[in-house]
């Protein structure tokens, strides 16, 4: 995953993204409207085939590679100027310890996530899975097995759905810079890279997810990419594809932020700043930071797609264990509040985010000062107040400008995020607007 010249991969995905005109319609939670530009599928056969992926809302991402074993991060090969014929010595003692991934589908579902994406090759060039198409594969080096078939196994034990992370670029092939200049390595280099996506596709079962990640250095025409995708779906007729082969496809990409879009979307994020194993990144998330993310995310029908980078014996961080477990803990009373969200148009609170169902708004309270709670803009009628998810009254009071929660209890009854529901007359919707033009003011000089 990008750590190197971060502002130049925002540009290049703010790039990708105004050429993704996706449908609008969101509020409704339908998209009916087809894309515009190429693409591998209908409007209609992506409807159905993304049922899964909008109720799921919470994932797994795994970055898991020969960079694990130095501890410096995935770009490692690239910002320390890493020589090719050294870097390529790691495969010779990459060798975790069997049937790792079990415990990270066990994390996963421990923490109420409902899919994974692990990476089958990163921007190193070296393929975890078994590949016919080089020897630089973790079956065919120290590890002596296939560990992408290992994480197959392990998820789906769990339950959980599956997918792929693949990246286009490749620092290790022969013919993956000069493919951009020269045709004869283009074509080479394109037959190599379609022929690990053909067996990936082939070799595994059912997948859920293809996560293409950095074209570099071609474009969508130079991939191939709308024929690549074509054989992705002949093979796996249910597959979710992301929009990194630079055409729309099923879902666009945000990365290390929050960003709505009309159609479907997923933030992809990491819990400390590293998406590979970095020893020394001591900057993680809080649980409570992580619960507001995915409420965020719920909010706005879009997913939450959180790493994980294991060590080199595949071991998870243990910083990362304990604060999945605790964000698990609180996915367990409030888990439907995220699978079942629907769109919602509430959204601003300085102390309190949303989701709603129905007509039924869910405040999730992150600062909880012990007395009353104001929320200004409701348009709707509030016909019930409540603790969620014991049921237990609050008294409140409502005008045109607020409802005020009062005589709450001095301590929390979450001490992560507590959640209160408020049943409305109608879906719920906010206007601070009217609240900043109409409330009554103070005459001059009071």
Known sequence: ????????????????????????????????????????STAEDRERRMQWWREARFGMFIHFGLYS??????????????????????AKSFNPKPHAARAWARLAKQAGMKYMVMTTKHHEGFCNFDTKLTNYCAPKQAAGRDLVAEYVEAARAEGMRVG?????????????????TDESARRRFVDYIHGQVRELCANYGKLDVLWYDVAWPLSAEGWESVRMNKMVRDLQPDILINNRSKIPEDFTTPEQKIEASSGPWESCMTMNDSWGYQIGDDHWKSPKTIVKNLVTCARD???????????????????????????????????????????????????????????????????WDGQRIGIGGLKNKVVKAS????????????????????????????????????????????????????????????
């Open 1 to 40: 995953m990008p750590n190197f010249l971060r502002s130049s991969r925002r540009n290049w995905l703010k790039l990708a993204g105004a050429t993704t005109l996706l449908p609008a319609l969101q509020a409704a939670q339908v998209n009916k409207a087809a894309l515009i530009g190429p693409t591998t």
């Open 69 to 90: 074993q130095l501890g410096h991060h995935e770009w490692a090969m690239e910002q320390e100027g890493i020589p090719v014929a050294e870097y390529q010595e790691l």
């Open 164 to 180: 792929f992370y693949y990246s286009l670029m490749d620092w290790h092939h022969p013919d993956g810079a000069r493919c951009a």
């Open 301 to 367: 029908s879009g997913n939450y797609l959180l790493n994980i980078g294991p060590k080199a014996d595949g071991s998870i961080p243990e910083e990362s264990v304990k604060t999945l477990a605790a964000v698990g803990e609180w996915m367990e009373r409030y888990g439907e509040l995220i699978h079942k969200a629907q769109f919602c148009k509430v959204k601003r609170s300085e102390f309190a985010n949303f989701t709603r169902r129905g007509n039924s708004l869910y405040v999730h309270v992150h600062y």
């Open 387 to 446: 603790f969620y998810p014991n049921g237990r009254e609050i008294q409140f009071k409502q005008d045109d400008f607020r409802i005020l929660l009062t005589d709450l209890p001095q301590n929390a009854p979450d001490s992560l995020v507590a959640v209160i529901e408020l049943q409305c007359d109608s879906e719920p919707d906010q206007d601070l607007e009217n609240v900043r033009v109409s409330r009554p003011r103070m005459q001059v000089g009071v």
